[in-house]
């Protein structure tokens, strides 16, 4: 099963042309939840994971199971949340009455040291995300007896990190994932599902990370070497950069173009644009790289490739931090009103934008491959703001 991040990009077209090419969504919120329906992505096709799920959030699946329109399955992030499910599927009556179960994974913590940035391991031992081997198995055993069939326990669900450097980490984690599988469903047949997330990386243009396919090669081997009947029936991932970063352009406007000192008397040229932190944050989060290239150069179109004047230029955003800040990069001559385009932005940009200063969101606008070009999603608008 493929299922496509939300997190990643959250406008609901991209969300349905996403769906049209066979994935089904993964969700973190009620309010993912709601995108992914208004894209046309059915209830069944839809996963509901994340750390931060309210009691809202559970009652909406349980409502949705008890309906009979419940997601393909929930993620469960900890004991607390386990309790807090199992007693709203009891009250509802989930199971009973003609009334389907709701099935359930569990995420576990594999405590491994992912090949990328601290802020994007979410593998790692320390991290907030999971359950360790023995949390996961006794939420399981617990399930089992407290539900009374209200809860149906599916798997498990693994993620290492983001934007992972090489593949080392996640095979150890997965290694684990597959053990456990096998131990829970030795007593539990119907544990048969493992998601193993997201992760794969998008490299910084010009450079290579490890692709899907690396991945996939190391399952193989971790599979066959456990006995048939202690596989998990159904494997499912569920990427959101990889699919979509490399689609998105932040096009942004020149403010402003000026020399600054550099040390030993050097000077360089810094560059303010009307876009920044606002609308890509991850510069200024953990300092990702976006690739920036100029559209117009003193007001005239630029060719593609390479500028002959290009100089280094320090690109800073336009908002009131320090921190809002986009790199050194090589731009031609530019002038106020000129045109640049930022790398990479379909991942990660909209999803985590921002009003902060009182900027209303930009539009989001759809190329077409003859040219056309269709409104997604509207400007924001100042009286939208407060």
């Known amino acids: 099963m493929r299922q496509f991040s939300l997190k990643a990009n959250d406008v609901a077209a991209i ?26 992505v059915p209830n069944e096709r839809i996963t509901f994971e994340g750390i931060g799920k309210a009691d809202a959030d559970l009652r909406r699946a349980v409502r949705a199971a008890a309906d009979g329109a419940g997601p393909m399955w929930l993620a469960v992030e900890s004991p607390d949340e386990a309790d807090a499910l199992t007693a709203m599927a009891r009250r509802r009556g989930l199971g009973a009455n003609g009334r389907p179960p709701l099935h359930v994974l569990f995420r576990l913590n594999p405590a491994v040291s992912p090949e990328t940035s601290a802020g994007l391991a979410v593998g790692a031992a320390g991290a907030k995300f999971g359950m360790t ?13 407290r539900s009374r069939g209200a809860l149906i326990p599916r798997g498990i669900h693994l993620h290492v990190g983001s934007q992972l450097g090489a593949v080392d980490a996640w095979r150890d984690a997965v290694r684990r994932s597959v053990a456990l599988l096998a131990l829970v469903r030795g007593g539990l047949d119907a544990f048969d599902t493992l998601d193993l997330g997201g992760g794969f990386p998008v490299a910084p243009f010009g450079q290579d990370g490890p692709r899907p396919e690396r991945f996939a090669r190391e399952l193989g081997p971790l599979l066959e070497a456990i006995p048939e009947d202690r596989r998990p029936r159904r494997l499912a991932v569920e990427p959101g950069r990889f699919v979509v970063a490399r689609a998105g352009w932040l096009v942004a406007r020149v403010l402003h173009v000026r020399e600054r000192p550099a040390g030993d008397g050097d000077v360089v040229r810094q560059v303010v644009l009307d876009a920044g932190m606002t609308e890509l944050i991850r510069p200024a989060l953990y300092g ?21 004047t290009a100089m280094p230029a320090l690109v800073e955003g336009p908002v009131c931090e320090s921190t809002d800040h986009l790199g050194t990069h090589d731009l031609p001559p530019l002038r106020r009103g000129d045109l640049v385009a930022i790398r990479d932005a379909g991942a990660y940009a909209t999803s985590i934008g921002s009003t902060y200063n009182g900027r209303p969101r930009p539009a989001q606008v759809l190329l077409e491959r003859d040219g056309a070009l269709h409104l997604a999603r509207r400007r924001g608008r100042i009286s939208d703001l407060g």
């Open 133 to 145: 081997e023995t949390e996961l198995t006794s939420v399981v055993e617990g399930m089992v007896d």
């Open 15 to 40: 969300v349905g042309i996403v769906h049209a090419l066979g994935l089904g969504a993964n969700v973190v919120s009620s309010g993912e939840w709601a995108i992914a329906r208004r894209a046309g």
């Open 288 to 308: 990702a790289r976006h690739g920036i290239v100029a559209l117009t150069s003193r007001g005239r179109p630029t060719t593609a490739g390479p500028h002959p």
